[in-house]
């Protein structure tokens, strides 16, 4: 059923509403309330927030888009399997999903935080640096980033205090450079990855690739170079995989969590049914049907990554 304009635009506003009161001081609760909202009030009225801000999708209404982070968001779902995408540098999509984090640590569930932004082989690094008294965010970072890792850190300090406070497993669930570039000259099988990659997921990794280089990559390179996305997924499947006991929450690009082609096509049944997936998306954006939910956000400002790749036009019309 398809909701009439005043009814979004009532309906939006009262989920912005909520989401103000639960970060709102007690002055302003007890404005409107007369007493200030105690903490399983601020907790629902969250919940709800987070539910409606889930549902900013295209296409599918919005009671229906809510549901997966509604339910994720409440005491009754202790073990979540949840995958939540970015774009790396959108800073309010990455606000979004640590106030979704909090709220589902407050529900009740301990999940492992599984994180592309560190490296495999320096999981023994993040083990090391939570170990010392009073560790925090800043120094599980100096510890174990890659060295000339591009992360924009201040992003992803919220959720890493999160777990912390809450002593969660922090997993380290990327493929380093240097073993992509392997795969890319040597195959999968060089670093143990499974070759038998479906021709579906081939092709279309390798066209997102191509459309993610500005067309500077021709198709037999943005092939080979699809190999070393599939073992990217294939890794954090397998981390999935070992921590869905707990539960997880995975901290991925988009384009890892695409339900299609994704980190999900890598997971065993009944894990790839129940997980939900969440690809958080800018305006403009397609894509939409390879997620459960797309919660479409704000395009973040920044410079056209494609223009230095495209030809210089000289004066008369001659281009460099």
């Known amino acids: 059923m398809d909701h009439p304009l005043p009814f979004l635009f009532a309906l939006g506003l009262a989920l912005l509403a909520c989401a103000a009161l639960t970060l709102a001081g007690e002055r302003v609760q007890r404005t409107l ?58 800073a309010g999509q990455h606000e979004l999903r640590a106030r979704t984090f909090e709220a589902l640590l407050e529900a009740g569930a301990r999940p492992a935080l599984l994180m592309e932004q560190f490296d495999r082989e320096r999981q023994a690094d993040l083990d090391r640096a939570r170990q010392q008294p009073g560790a925090d965010a800043d120094e599980l970072i100096a510890a174990a980033a890659a060295p000339g890792a591009a992360w924009q850190w201040a992003y992803y300090k919220p959720l890493i205090a999160l777990a912390l406070r809450h002593d969660l497993p922090i997993v380290a669930a990327n493929v380093s450079r240097p073993d992509a570039r392997r795969v890319i000259a040597e195959g999968l099988q060089a670093m143990n990855f499974d070759e038998r990659v479906p021709p579906d997921i081939a092709a279309a990794q390798a066209q997102a690739i191509v459309s993610a280089h500005c067309g500077a990559v021709d198709a037999s390179h ?11 997924d294939q890794f954090m499947a397998h981390m999935i995989e070992r921590h869905a006991e707990r539960g997880v929450v995975l901290l991925a690009g988009n384009g890892h969590v695409r339900r299609d082609i994704g980190v999900p096509r890598w997971l065993a049944e009944p894990l790839r049914s129940n997980a939900v997936v969440i690809g958080l998306l800018e305006e403009g954006d397609d894509g939409h049907a390879a997620y459960d939910r797309a919660i479409t956000t704000p395009r973040q400002p920044r410079e056209d990554p494609c223009a230095a790749l495209r030809p210089v036009e000289r004066p008369g019309g001659a281009s460099a």
């Open 33 to 90: 309330f007369g007493r200030s909202l105690s903490a399983p009030r601020r907790r629902l009225l969250r919940g709800v927030a987070l539910a409606g801000l889930a549902g900013a999708t295209l296409g599918g209404g919005w009671a229906a888009a809510g549901a997966p982070l509604a339910g994720f968001t409440h005491a009754g779902a202790p073990r979540p399997l949840l995958l939540l995408g970015e774009v790396h540098d959108n």
């Open 222 to 232: 943005g092939l080979r170079m699809a190999a070393a996305q599939v073992a990217r």
